[in-house]
C-alpha cells in the first residue's frame, strides 16, 4: 500500500525510515494476506511536501517496488540517481511552489536505509505531475523496465533521440512517457505528445497508456489502461 500522511504512523522494526521528516511524507505499508499483521511500515520523503505515491510490483521478487511520487523537494535519492538534485525552476513559478517526479526503487526487507535501492528526481523547469495534482502513474514489465507518465508545463524535459516529440512547445501542459532501466541510471526512452492518443508499447509494458480528460474541465492526466 502507498500514500501520504501529514503526521505519525506506525512503522516497523528495521524499516528504511522510522521517522515523520516534515510537510507531508510517502509512506509504503506491506501487510500479510488477512491484512491483520503489519509486515512493513516506511515513511519515505524530505522536509517538504511529498504526496501522491503510486505503486509498482518487480516481478522477479516480491519484496521489492517501484514507488513514484511528486516532491516539493529535499527528497532522498541514492548515489546512482538519474537526476540527483531538483531542477532549477523558471522565472514563471516560484520555486518553492514547483512539483517534480521522484521515481524509486524500495525493498521491504527491514534492512534500514539500505532498503532504499533506487531514487532519482525526474523532471524540468516547470510543474511536473499529473493533471489534477494526482500523481504520476507507473508500471513494470517482466524485464524490470519502468513506465511512468505524467504532465509537465517543463520546457525542458530530459528527452532521448529519436522520439515522436522531443520538445514542449504548446506553452501549455504536456505529457510525458519515459521508461527506465529499474536497474540503472540509463534514461531508456522518452515520450511526448499534446494529443489526446492511445499510446501502446508494442506489448513491451504491462497496459496501455492513456492521456485523458479528468474530473475538471481541461485538465488532463495519465492512467495506465487494461
Given at each position: 500500500i502507498s500514500g501520504e500522511t501529514s503526521g505519525a504512523v506506525p512503522t516497523t522494526a528495521g524499516?528504511?525510515?522510522?521517522?515523520?521528516?516534515?510537510?507531508?511524507?510517502v509512506i509504503v505499508i506491506k501487510q500479510?494476506?488477512?491484512?491483520?499483521?503489519?509486515?512493513?511500515?516506511?515513511?519515505?520523503?524530505?522536509?517538504?511536501?511529498d504526496l501522491r505515491a503510486k505503486i509498482a510490483f518487480a516481478s522477479c521478487d516480491e519484496n521489492e517496488v517501484f514507488i513514484s511520487c511528486m516532491t516539493m523537494g529535499n527528497f532522498p535519492v541514492t548515489?546512482?540517481?538519474?537526476?540527483?538534485?531538483?531542477p532549477a525552476v523558471n522565472a514563471i513559478f516560484p520555486s518553492t511552489y514547483v512539483w517534480d517526479i521522484v521515481v524509486c526503487k524500495l525493498r521491504t526487507a527491514g534492512l534500514?536505509?539500505?532498503d532504499l535501492?533506487?531514487?532519482?528526481?525526474?523532471?524540468?523547469d516547470g510543474q511536473d505531475y499529473n493533471g489534477t495534482y494526482d500523481c504520476a502513474p507507473i508500471c513494470a514489465n517482466t524485464q524490470?523496465?519502468?513506465?511512468?507518465?505524467?504532465?509537465?508545463?517543463?520546457?525542458?524535459?530530459?528527452?532521448?533521440?529519436?522520439?515522436?516529440?522531443p520538445a514542449h512547445t504548446s506553452g501549455s501542459?504536456?505529457?510525458?512517457?519515459?521508461k527506465m532501466k529499474a536497474s540503472l541510471p540509463t534514461l531508456d526512452f522518452t515520450y511526448s505528445t499534446s494529443n489526446c492518443n492511445t499510446v501502446n508499447f508494442n506489448g513491451t509494458a504491462s497496459g496501455t497508456c492513456i492521456w485523458e480528460q479528468s474530473w475538471a474541465p481541461g485538465y488532463w492526466s495519465w492512467d495506465f489502461g487494461d
Amino acid at each position: 500500500i502507498s500514500g501520504e500522511t501529514s503526521g505519525a504512523v506506525p512503522t516497523t522494526a528495521g524499516a528504511y525510515d522510522i521517522s515523520f521528516n516534515g510537510g507531508q511524507d510517502v509512506i509504503v505499508i506491506k501487510q500479510d494476506a488477512t491484512l491483520s499483521s503489519l509486515l512493513y511500515s516506511t515513511y519515505l520523503g524530505g522536509t517538504n511536501y511529498d504526496l501522491r505515491a503510486k505503486i509498482a510490483f518487480a516481478s522477479c521478487d516480491e519484496n521489492e517496488v517501484f514507488i513514484s511520487c511528486m516532491t516539493m523537494g529535499n527528497f532522498p535519492v541514492t548515489s546512482c540517481a538519474f537526476l540527483a538534485t531538483k531542477p532549477a525552476v523558471n522565472a514563471i513559478f516560484p520555486s518553492t511552489y514547483v512539483w517534480d517526479i521522484v521515481v524509486c526503487k524500495l525493498r521491504t526487507a527491514g534492512l534500514g536505509a539500505a532498503d532504499l535501492l533506487y531514487s532519482t528526481y525526474f523532471g524540468g523547469d516547470g510543474q511536473d505531475y499529473n493533471g489534477t495534482y494526482d500523481c504520476a502513474p507507473i508500471c513494470a514489465n517482466t524485464q524490470g523496465e519502468i513506465f511512468v507518465a505524467y504532465t509537465t508545463h517543463s520546457t525542458n524535459t530530459p528527452t532521448t533521440a529519436g522520439v515522436f516529440r522531443p520538445a514542449h512547445t504548446s506553452g501549455s501542459d504536456e505529457p510525458v512517457i519515459f521508461k527506465m532501466k529499474a536497474s540503472l541510471p540509463t534514461l531508456d526512452f522518452t515520450y511526448s505528445t499534446s494529443n489526446c492518443n492511445t499510446v501502446n508499447f508494442n506489448g513491451t509494458a504491462s497496459g496501455t497508456c492513456i492521456w485523458e480528460q479528468s474530473w475538471a474541465p481541461g485538465y488532463w492526466s495519465w492512467d495506465f489502461g487494461d
